[in-house]
Structures are given as C-alpha cells and as structure tokens.
C-alpha cells in the first residue's frame, strides 16, 4: 500500500541516516511517478540512504535539482536504482546490489561521479543520456550487461574503471532520434571475463587510452531494449 515519499520544490533536502524498505510510489487520481524516493527542483543532500526491495520503476529518483548524494545503498529493486534526470552536482562513495535494470541512470545531467561499486546490474552499471556529461573516477562493475554505457549525445569522462563478468564492457549509441551521437573518453580499464571490451555505434565515438574508435554499424535498438519490454 505504500504510495514511497515525495519531495517537490524544497530550498533544501536533508537525509541523514534513513533505511526505506518495500516502497511503492506515488499513484494518485492519475498522477503516477516512478521513484520511490522521490525529490524534484529541490537542493539535495544525502548522507547514509539505504534502499532495499522497492516494487517501482526506481528506488531513487531526482528531477532537475543540484545534488550532493554520499554513502547511499540500493538493492533488490524492480528495475533501476538511482535514476536522475536534469541534474547537476555530485554523486559517491555508494553501493548497488542486484538491480533489475540500470544501477545508475543520468539524463540531461552534468554531475562528478565517484567511489562507486556495482554488484549484479540487470541492464548497464552506468548510463549517461540525453546529452549527460559525466566525470567518472573510481568505478568498480562486477556483472552488468554494459559497465558503461553513453548514448543520445552524451559524453562521459572515466578514469579508473573495473568491469568484470559483463558481456559487454562499454557502449556509445543514439537510442533516441532527437539527440546525436555519444562520446566516451576511459583510460586506466582494469577487465575480466568480459565478452566485448566495447561496441560503438555508427556516429559514436571512444577514445581509449589515448586511441580513438569510430562505430561504423547502425545499431538495432528496437532489438537492444526488446527484453525489458516484456
């Protein structure tokens, strides 16, 4: 019956040592979110988050607000852990266990990422959309579908990156029409059974350690997404 907890419009959100467990989220006479935990045009800081078990779309989800999250953890969820869209600041020193979908998703964001572990991620341990740029540094993925993914005119800047038992290590695409090409620039990879070190789409672009890639296949996206659309 929990309906999670929403926050819209605060000059300042302050978590500090909380524990959510098995929420929902907000459905009400139509009005129907995605997160959990919810925050929107708010200035966010968090300190000790855990998450667990939530039955929504997202355990964690900031709309267009400056963010400062720090020690949080998210497992057991439906589909992604910490999904944030049209935000700014800075991410780190987190933990994600077995998420049905993405353990960290950016959209139209510009925010430092740091400290991050990864463990079981259904889909991507970090994507970055809808023209993100993210400063990615000390970052360890242990079994995704993609370590980490850049797409829809996105650009991510990774150093100190481990991917292990992933099928494909990185990816740059355009998912949607509306935006562009995806550029990545990684140095300093550590990797271990993982299948594809990095695929990358026609117009995309990567920059490994100094080497640069150029994808010269359109990818079928429609095929890519099929799975979570059953």
């Known amino acids: 019956t929990s309906m999670g907890v929403t926050i819209l419009g605060a000059d300042m959100v302050s978590v500090d040592h909380v524990e959510m467990y098995n929420l929902g989220t907000l459905d009400y006479k139509g009005w129907t979110l995605t997160g959990a935990f919810t925050m929107y045009e708010s200035n966010v800081v968090i300190r000790n988050l855990k998450i667990d078990g939530n039955i929504c779309e997202d ?54 990422i740091e400290n991050i572990t990864i463990n079981n991620s259904g889909d991507k341990g970090i994507s970055g959309g809808e023209r993100s740029t993210l400063t990615i540094d000390n970052v360890v993925v242990n079994g995704a579908l993609t370590g980490l993914a850049s797409k829809d005119g996105s650009k991510l800047e990774a150093t100190n990156i481990t991917i292990n038992d992933s099928p494909i290590g990185i990816a740059a695409f355009q998912k949607k029409p509306e935006y562009g090409p995806a550029h990545i620039n990684i140095e300093k990879v550590t990797h271990s059974n993982v299948g594809n070190l990095g695929i990358i789409e026609l117009g995309s672009t990567v920059n490994w350690d100094g080497k640069d890639y150029r994808g010269f296949v359109k990818f079928d996206i429609d095929a890519m997404y099929a799975r979570f659309e059953k």
């Open 59 to 112: 355990a964690l989800n900031t709309i267009r607000s400056q963010i400062d999250v720090q020690n949080i953890s998210i497992s057991n969820t439906k589909s992604d852990g910490y999904d944030a869209d049209f935000c700014n600041g800075y991410f780190a020193n987190s933990i994600f266990e077995s998420t049905g979908n993405d353990c960290v998703d950016f959209s139209g964001s510009v925010v430092t």
